[in-house]
């Protein structure tokens, strides 16, 4: 392997390392927040928490919608990554998959789940 390749497979590998870390991290995380809002339901499962006429209902359904919005985002984040994983595994990652080249390792390692060069990004 020449050098160019030899420091390509290089930035993979470590792309690849990040990519699982950042991958188990999320799961994690997201099972935390299942978890939260798992206690959140069975919390409000026996009250009879009217939120337009409770005082605490509008904050109980402001907690649950924010609660879901953020697990919605780390769900997109994580099926970003599950990508990301799959292009590492097929050969395809790090390329842009608009023009075909290379995408620069800083951007890389600032979002490993990049599918697109800065140029192509917009």
Same mark, same amino acid.
């Given at each position: 392997?020449?050098?160019?390749?030899?420091?390509? =497979?290089?930035?993979? *590998?470590?792309? /690849?390392?990040?990519? &699982?870390?950042? !991958?188990?991290? $999320?799961? @994690?995380?997201? %099972?935390?927040?299942?978890?939260?809002?798992?206690?959140?339901?069975?919390a409000?499962?026996?009250?009879?928490?009217?939120?337009?006429?409770?005082?605490?209902?509008?904050?109980? =359904?402001?907690?649950? *919608?924010?609660? /879901?919005?953020l697990? &919605?985002?780390? !769900?997109?984040? $994580?099926? @970003?990554l599950? %990508?990301?994983?799959?292009?590492?595994?097929?050969?395809?990652?790090?390329?842009?998959?608009?023009?075909?080249?290379?995408?620069?390792?800083?951007?890389?390692?600032?979002?490993? =789940?990049?599918?697109?060069?800065?140029?192509?990004?917009?």
């Open positions: 392997m020449s050098g160019p390749d030899r420091d390509r =497979a290089g930035a993979v *590998a470590e792309a /690849a390392a990040l990519v &699982a870390r950042q !991958r188990a991290d $999320l799961r @994690e995380r997201l %099972a935390g927040m299942d978890r939260d809002m798992e206690r959140m339901v069975a409000s499962v026996d009250s009879n928490a009217d939120d337009e006429h409770d005082p605490e209902g509008q904050t109980i =359904a402001y907690e649950r *919608a924010q609660l /879901a919005s697990t &919605a985002g780390l !769900r997109e984040h $994580l099926a @970003e599950d %990508a990301a994983a799959s292009r590492i595994a097929d050969g395809t990652y790090g390329r842009c998959e608009v023009c075909g080249e290379p995408i620069a390792a800083g951007r890389l390692e600032a979002r490993p =789940a990049a599918r697109t060069c800065v140029a192509h990004a917009r």
